[in-house]
């Protein structure tokens, strides 16, 4: 009996704040953790994401797996600082922000194409990154950035926030400006 009086409360606290106990997001019955674990991504692993994986977003992690079919080649998930989760505090506006959100909203990948005999290359021209931002907004991302000054080729931001409008921005030499700038 002491254990589902436990249970009430624990249930009733994720219903008021939103959260499970390990501070993730959580959308339905079970804890986030415990539906990430079981999802079936088909081409990502957990490991892609390292301390970030308890974190992620799910409705993210399916699009990105959506993403990864509709695109028919490799997507790397960025290994740079703060290319999946960061900590920015709790007024940091960054899908990335862990501390707004409770979770991460946002991942940097970088896209390849078939290089022939090379194998695959990244993404580098305005015709292969029309290509990833039209397939990023058929899967449903709500946060589309393409950057053109990131190494080893162009980077592609995509996010999960939450809103009815697109947002789509480009980072060229470092200055953000409209997507259109980088598009074909």
């Known amino acids: 009996m002491p254990w589902l009086i436990l249970g009430a409360l624990l249930g009733s606290l994720v219903l008021l704040t939103g ?23 088909k081409h990502f692993t957990k490991d892609e994401f390292g301390q970030w994986w ?27 600082e703060g290319g999946i989760g960061r900590h920015l505090g709790e007024f940091g506006t960054s899908q990335h922000n862990v501390d707004a959100w409770g979770e991460v909203r946002a991942v940097d ?4 194409v078939p ?3 090379a194998g695959y290359r990244y993404i580098n021209n305005a015709e292969e990154r029309q290509r990833a931002y039209d397939v ?6 709500t946060g589309i950035g393409l950057y053109t000054d990131t190494s080893p080729g162009n980077m592609l931001h995509v996010d999960v926030r939450p809103t009815e409008q697109l947002a789509s921005w480009s ?7 409209g997507i259109g700038r980088v598009l074909a």
Request: aromatic fraction near 8%; charge should be positive.
């Open 109 to 112: 990948v970088f896209p390849m």
């Open 171 to 177: 980072r060229v030499n470092g200055d953000y400006l």
């Open 54 to 80: 308890p974190l992620m977003n799910q409705e993210l992690l399916q699009k990105l797996d959506a993403f990864r079919e509709q695109w028919g080649a490799p997507v790397v998930v960025s290994p740079a």
């Open 19 to 41: 959260k499970s106990q390990a501070g993730t997001a959580d959308t339905g019955s079970g804890t986030g953790a415990t539906r990430r674990d079981s999802m079936n991504l």
């Open 136 to 141: 990023a907004r058929a899967v449903g991302f």
């Open 115 to 117: 290089a022939g005999r």
